[in-house]
Each structure stands twice: as C-alpha cells, then as structure tokens.
C-alpha cells in the first residue's frame, strides 16, 4: 500500500477542488455536447458505467468510450481528438511536457497471471514467472503441469497493464522473441480462454469464468490483496486531460469520484480511490 500512496503523493499536484454539485447526475441538467474517452482498455467498463448512466440521465449529451491502450489515450488526448485519454500506469514528464496534460488517479488494479481454466498449476513463483516469460520454462511440466509446451501471450508496446507486468512481475525484464502479442485485455481473455496451454495477463478486474487467476508468490490475485499492498503487481488507474478540464469533462470526472462513481468502479472489479482535493 506505500507504493500506491508514494504514486498518489506525486500526482497530487494534478488534483483540483472539486464542485459542490461533484458526482450528481443532476449537474448534467441543461447540459448538450459530446465527450470523447479513449485509451486504456482496463478502464473500459468503468467509463462505459459512468457514460451510460449519465446519457440515460440527458439525452443531449453523447459519451463514446474506446480502448487502444495506454499510449494511444496520451497521445488522441494531447493532441486533441479525444477529451479524456486513459492510461494504466502514470504520464512520463516528457509526456506531461509535451502535451500539457493533467493526471487523475481514480483506482486501483492489479495485474494478474492467467491461464486456461482447466490448466492444473493454480500457483507460480515470481522466479517461474520470469523464467516462462524469458523462454527458460517452455514445458508445463516444469512447474507442476501437464507435458504441454507453454504458449505465451503478452500485450503490445504502449500497453499500460504490459509495462506494469514487466516492471513489478519480470523485475523490468522482457518477454521472449515469437511470443503472442495481443492488443487489449478482452483479446487476451480471449486467448487464454481459447488455449488450453496459454498463458497471459491481464488487469484483476478482468478475471472471469473464462480464465483462471494464478497466485503470485504465494498471494491470489484479488482486489483485496492489491488494495493491502499483499499483491505486489498492482498500479493505479489515470484519467488525463490536456490542460485542466472544463465542462462536461469536468463534470465527467467528477462523476467518476462520487458515490455512483464508485459503485461503478467496484462492479468492475477495481478499488476506488480519491486524488487530493476530491469531495471538496
């Protein structure tokens, strides 16, 4: 948990006193215009939450919500397409220096280990995890498997949950040559859930029936346990905007730290949490 209050800390200069009417649907009241998201793909259902709830409240304002990864939502947003740009890890300066963009954390992920629902091996160490990654495991065997090579997925280049993996699970290491590289977290559900002998990551919030959820050193990979700073692969969440938002923008993000906000981001699978200044 000090690691995710040391990133909170640093971005805390982004933060702003938020409105007095912050997170109700009635500030969207005489309100017309659009709002465009993009960018992580980790962030997906909670802003399809919000845009839903406030489009059924004002049918004059339309809300479109796309992934593309993290580096896609720094750049549509710093260069003006799009008016909220998500990323699953925090701005690089020189991305805040280019653009001029403004950072709000709002939850809390972790970034799971994933295999086949059938597969036998419900644990790895953080050595195995590399070891496989790295292309030094090739055979389930060798951690307690069946006699199945090991088909690795990884997320592309820009991927907010693949630098979070690579940093805190790899020790900042890198995946092998040839491994499958898909380009969200719903296409790495997909990949897994579609081989027997694949394995992947993809954000806590994403595990389902579908995949299975490996323990990490001896630590499942629950919201729980990435809240309490048990489970070690976890990072926040951002909102950006370029320069401080105004408008229905602002009134978005607000939305997104208010009780509906919250409830939003739990029912997909995240902890909330609040920048310096929210609720004001």
């Not at 640093?10 to 993009?38: E, H, N, P, R």
């Not at 593309?68 to 805040?96: D, Q």
Request: aromatic share 6%; no cysteine; net charge positive.
């Amino acid at each position: 948990m000090k690691k995710i209050a040391a990133a909170l800390a640093a971005v805390a200069v982004a933060a702003w006193t938020f409105t007095a009417q912050a997170g109700s649907l009635d500030a969207f009241k005489g309100m017309k215009g659009t709002i465009d998201i993009a960018g992580g793909t980790a962030h997906v259902p909670v802003m399809k939450k919000a845009a839903q709830a406030i489009m059924a409240a004002n049918g004059d304002i339309r809300i479109t919500v796309t992934g593309g990864g993290s580096g896609a939502g720094v750049k549509k947003v710093g260069e003006g397409l799009v008016n909220i740009g998500n990323t699953g890890r925090a701005l690089k300066p020189e991305e805040v220096k280019k653009y001029g963009l403004v950072t709000f954390p709002f939850a809390i992920d972790g970034v799971a280990v994933a295999v086949h629902p059938k597969n036998p091996v419900s644990g790895l160490s953080k050595q195995q995890v590399k070891d496989i990654f790295a292309g030094k495991i090739t055979n389930w065997k060798q951690v307690g498997g069946a006699d199945a090579p090991i088909n690795v997925y990884v997320r592309e280049d820009g991927s907010g949950t693949r630098e979070t993996f690579e940093e805190k699970a790899l020790d900042k290491g890198t995946s092998k040559a040839g491994a499958n590289v898909l380009n969200s977290n719903g296409a790495m559900k997909t990949g897994i859930a579609r081989d027997p002998d694949g394995i992947g990551y993809v954000g806590i919030g994403h595990l389902d029936a579908s995949i299975k959820g490996v323990a990490f050193d001896g630590k499942a990979p629950t919201q729980a346990n990435a809240a309490d700073g048990s489970y070690p692969v976890t990072r926040l969440l951002y909102m950006n905007t370029k320069g401080e938002p105004t408008g229905l923008t602002r009134l978005f993000i607000d939305y997104i730290f208010s009780p509906d906000g919250e409830a939003a981001i739990r029912a997909s699978g995240y902890i909330p949490v609040k920048p310096a200044g929210a609720g004001k």
